[in-house]
C-alpha cells in the first residue's frame, strides 16, 4: 500500500524571530562521541526532543566541526550551519506531529521533534450500552475521498455529556471502493498527521477509536478513499466525581485461547469469559475491562460482539471479518455478572484469543485519570528507514512526549504496513515479551489497532515483532496519569 496511505507529514514549522516572553522553548545538543553509534562518531542530544504546539526548539554545536538541523524532507526548516558553540535561531513548531531530521554535513545524525496539542483536563470513564451513531449504508452517503464530515458525539440526543472530553467509538468501514484509509479527530483542530483505520479495496475492517471531542460537540471523520462508516458509540470520559471510572493499567496477559483445546466457537455461540480475579485484575471493584481481542482460522464472513455478561447483546459488532482472516480489535467492555463478559459468534466457526491489558474501577478503588490529546504521530519506523525484524524490538518514548513524565498508560493507534510474512506485534511496558499480542497480520497488509499500553518506569513501551520485518506508525491519542 503506498505510504500516503499513512499520512507521512509533508509540511513543517518556519524559522522563527525573536520569541515572547511566554514561549516555551526547548534546547538539542550537537555532540562528539564513542557512544553516539554513528560512522562520523557525531550525535544530537536527545536524539528525540517533545514538545507542544506553538513552542520552540534550538540547536547548539559542541564540538570542533560544523553541523545542521535540516528538515526531512529538505526545503521545510532548516537551522543553517553552525559552527562551533553556535545557537541557532529558535525554530516554532505550530502544527502537531513527528518531525525527523538530519544534519547536512554528517547525514548519520539524525533526530526527531515531536509536537504534541495541549491534552483535556483528567477525566473519567463512563462505558454505555454500544449504541449505533452513524450508518452510511442506511439512506446515508458514503464518505467521498478528501472530504471531512462531522458527527454529533456529545451533548444533543446522545447519552454524552455535553461536557465530555472525549468518546470511545468502533468504527467499521466496508464498501471500500479503493485502498486507504480514515482519519478521526476533535472538530475545530486542524486534520493530524495520523490514521485509524486502514484498509485495501473491498475489505471490511473494524477498529476502536478513542477520540477528543471538538466544538459543539463534533468530531470529523476524512476518508481517503470512498467508504461507508459505521460508528457505535461505547462510552465516554468527563470530569472527575469519585474515582469511578479510573484506570488501572496490567502487563498484557492472555485470558482465553480456544486453539489448544480444540473449542472453536461454533455459529450462534455465545461464550462467557470471567474477567476478574485474573490477568492482574481484582476480583472486585471493577467497571469495565480493556481487552485485546482477536478471531482466527475463520472459516466464514461473520463478526462477534462483546458485552457484559446476563446483559441484552447489543445491536452492535466489535470484529468483522471475511473467512480466513485473522482479525483483532481493541475492545473496552462492562463487567457482567459473575465478573464475566460474554462473546458473540454470528456466523461460521471461529477460534478466540482474548488478552487483558487493564480495567477500570467502579467507586470501591481508584487508578488514574485521562488525558485526552489531539492525534499525534511519535514514532514512523519507515522515516528513519528502520524495520522492525524478525523478533526485534525497539522502545517508543511516550511520557515526556507531550504528557506528563509521570503518566502511567498512553492510549496508541499502532499501525504495521510493509510486512514482508504473517506475523503479530506485541506492545509491553519492556523486559521480556508476554504472551499477548496486540496487532495480528498476513504479509503484504497494512492493519491498525488501538492499543491501552501500560509504560515502564521511565515512561516508555517497548514492541515486540514475531517474524518477518515490518514497518510500525505509533499515534499518540491521550494518556492516563
Sequence with gaps: MPVAFLGLMLGGPALSQPLPASAAVSSVSMTQSSSCGTASGFCFSPPSISTTVGSTVTWTDMTAAVHSATADPPGTWNTGALGPNGTSMAITFPTPGSF????????????????????????????????????????????????????????????????????????????????????????????????NLNWAAGETRPNLVSVQIGITGLVALFASSRTDVIADLEGYFAAPSGTAGEYVGVAPSRLLDTRPGGAALTPGATLNVTVTGRGGVPSAGVSAVVLNVTVTNTTATGYLTAYPTSSARPTASNLNWVA????????????????????????????????????????????????????????????????????????????????????????????????????????????TPPTASDLNFAAGQTIPNLVVATLSATGSVTIYNSSGSTDVVVDLVGWFG
Design 324 to 431: 480466513g482472516w485473522t482479525v483483532p480489535n481493541r475492545v473496552i467492555v462492562p463487567v457482567g455478572s459473575g465478573g464475566q463478559v460474554s462473546f458473540f459468534n454470528f456466523a461460521g466457526m471461529t477460534d478466540l484469543v482474548v488478552d487483558v491489558n487493564g480495567y477500570f474501577t467502579d467507586a470501591t478503588l481508584s487508578g488514574k485519570r485521562f488525558n485526552a490529546l489531539s492525534p499525534a504521530r511519535i514514532a514512523d519506523t519507515r522515516a528513519s528507514n528502520q524495520k522492525l525484524g524478525p523478533a526485534g524490538t525497539f522502545a517508543v518514548q511516550v511520557g515526556g512526549v507531550g504528557v506528563s513524565s509521570g503518566a502511567t498508560a498512553a492510549v496508541l493507534n499502532v499501525t504495521v504496513t510493509n510486512t514482508t510474512t504473517a506475523g503479530f506485534l506485541t506492545v509491553f511496558p519492556g523486559g
Design 100 to 195: 525527523p531530521y538530519h544534519c547536512f554535513f554528517h547525514p548519520d545524525m539524525q533526530g526527531t521533534v515531536v509536537v504534541t496539542n495541549p491534552s483535556s483536563p483528567p477525566a473519567q470513564y463512563t462505558a454505555l450500552p454500544p449504541s449505533r451513531l452513524l450508518d452510511t449504508r442506511n439512506g446515508g452517503q458514503p464518505l467521498e475521498p478528501g472530504v471531512a464530515v462531522n458527527l454529533t458525539v456529545a451533548g444533543g440526543s446522545t447519552p454524552v455529556p455535553a461536557s465530555a472530553s472525549a468518546v470511545v467509538l468502533n468504527i467499521t468501514v466496508t464498501n471500500t471502493s479503493g485502498p486507504g484509509f480514515l482519519t478521526v479527530w476533535p472538530t475545530g483542530n486542524p486534520r493530524p498527521i495520523a490514521s
